[in-house]
């Protein structure tokens, strides 16, 4: 069965410091995309960052950079020098050929920056 | 460049009354998919559609729910009769190809509440 797993329901992180959001998966099918969502307080789901079961290279987009892990089914989001605007919840989601080609979404991490 | 668009952004009703929830998905992109958002359940996969034809339902909760996708650029999510256990936020995305490199595109959503 295919699963994604977030484990932790609230992050704090002081402003302009990293943070690792965790994202673990379960799924038989070779071929796979993760990604990552933002949803603000105001409610949108933005797209933040794909990473390929293929890519043999870290996925980055500016201050986002995925850490795949995939002999642990891991793919991390770590987010550089946080910002207040940064705070929001954040999914993780996978999708694949053996799920249909749906995108199923993990549980979430809130993510609080300090000033 | 539009993005996904979804209406109304709010709808009040009562229960037992019939709601219909749209979105336009982006120009181009094949596949639409309809997603329900609770505090209690997540992110939940309603249906999905690949071409305009729909594609899996399974996660549609029961005959009270219907969707329908006349066309690649219009989708209606109904409602007949609703509850108030159907309150929630109501997200329609869309993404350019049917494979599990292609990431959602989300619309702004629609905050459903039933009275």
């Known amino acids: 069965a295919q699963k994604i797993t977030q484990t932790q329901p609230g992050m704090f992180v002081q402003e302009k410091e990293a943070v690792t959001l965790d994202c673990t998966y379960d799924?038989?099918?070779?071929?796979?995309?993760l990604f990552w969502y933002k949803q603000p307080s105001s409610g949108e789901m933005i797209f933040l960052i794909y990473q390929g079961s293929y890519d043999q290279q870290n996925a980055t987009e500016g201050r986002y950079s995925l850490n795949f892990q995939k002999a642990r089914k891991s793919a991390n989001l770590v987010i550089s020098a946080s910002q207040l605007g940064d705070s929001a919840m954040y999914f993780c989601a996978m999708r694949s050929d053996t799920g249909g080609f749906k995108t199923i979404f993990g549980a979430g991490t809130r993510l609080f920056v300090k000033a | 460049d539009a993005g996904v668009i979804q209406s109304p952004r709010h709808e009040v009703t009562e229960m037992g009354q019939e709601v219909t929830l749209r979105c336009k998905p982006i120009s181009g992109h094949n596949s639409l998919f309809w997603y329900r958002q609770t505090m209690m359940r997540g992110l939940e996969l309603l249906i999905y559609?690949?071409?305009?034809?729909?594609?899996?339902d399974s996660g549609m909760p029961e005959d009270r729910f219907s969707a329908k996708m006349p066309n690649a650029s219009f989708s209606t999510l109904k409602i007949q009769p609703s509850e108030p256990r159907d309150s929630a936020v109501y997200f329609c995305?869309?993404?350019?190809?049917?494979?599990?490199?292609?990431?959602?595109?989300f619309g702004n959503g629609t905050r459903l509440t039933v009275t």
């Open positions: 995305a869309s993404s350019l190809k049917d494979t599990y490199n292609s990431p959602l595109h």
């Open positions: 559609f690949n071409n305009n034809v729909p594609i899996d």
């Open positions: 799924t038989s099918d070779p071929s796979y995309g």
